[in-house]
């Protein structure tokens, strides 16, 4: 159990370094790719020993949330590698994980199981994401076949819940292992919150990705009439 405490940790450092490379490097280029890899490995990583070790310490929401982490990474992972936008068994297969994720998050804290310093409140917050995600896979599967843009939707928001339980778990999680001085910082929950405000910002720009254009063109367009104008 030490050898795979000390590979959880690993991975959940390769996780933070990649993921933030990830986000920084330039949508859809090699470093974009690579980082994103590299960022995907180490989360399924990261949420593999964690199901294990909770298992052993007999930390059931623990183990949830290491199993979650796998479906956003796995789904969000597939997403991005099928360019033509289909969807099949995998994602029915997800679809289910997802509702049966939720449903039983629910029991667990509506039966007091499962809580947290702030209450029940962040459990049912989790399944609410969680069913949510499952409304996702379901419409993938009616879809059979998503655009670009929901494909590049559902990709986005999915790896960015799961960089939010990377960055979630270390720098609030692990405050303990923080200098004195930086617990309870808000830095840290600026940074621990920080992937949600990167993927409400792309969402928002693939969204109105060709207004964006439209607008771009038509600056272009107006300062070459007043160039000419002035010639």
Known sequence: ?????????????????????????????????????????SMLVLGATAAVLAQAQGDAGLGLGGLLTCYF???????????????????IAACALAFAAAAGIVWSGLAGESTTSSGAGPILALAAICVLAGLGDLKAIIA????????????????????????????????????????GSPILFVLAFAPFAVMLF????????????????SGLISIGRRAQTHV
């Open 1 to 41: 159990m030490n050898a795979l405490t000390w590979i959880h940790i690993a991975g959940g450092v390769i996780a933070l370094v990649a993921g933030a490379a990830a986000v920084s490097a330039r949508k859809g280029g090699r470093l974009h790719a690579s980082a994103g890899t590299w960022f995907a490995v």
């Open 73 to 91: 990474v796995a789904t969000s992972w597939v997403t991005a590698r099928r360019r033509d936008g289909t969807t099949g068994k995998f994602e």
């Open 144 to 183: 059979r076949k998503l655009t670009p843009v929901q494909r590049l939707s559902r990709h986005l928001w999915r790896m960015c819940v799961a960089f939010f339980i990377a960055t979630g778990s270390f720098f609030l999680g692990q405050q303990d292992v923080m200098p004195e001085g930086a617990r």
């Open 202 to 217: 792309w969402l928002v720009r693939l969204r109105f990705a060709k207004a964006i254009a439209r607008s771009k063109q």
